[in-house]
């Protein structure tokens, strides 16, 4: 199970990323890592790892709505706070 990527560890991710915790290339080498050595905790999961993937392509960038749908699809919602 230590090389299961789950809906939880996909999440915390994307939180990262949309807090500015994570940059782009560190997200694209978590990717790349997760692709070659873990498995899925399901298919939804599987392809969203695989969507991120994309981001290592020219011109292609995820919006905030593509990120909100993947939460979404993970059982989550997105909250903003501004302070």
Known sequence: MDNMITKEILASKL???LNH???KSTLILWYEESMQNHNFENETVQSIVARIGLMDTENF???YED???MLNQLGYKIRVEVH
């Open 15 to 17: 939180e990262q990323y």
């Open 21 to 23: 915790e994570l940059s």
């Open 61 to 63: 960038e995820l919006s």
């Open 67 to 69: 990120l909100t749908n």
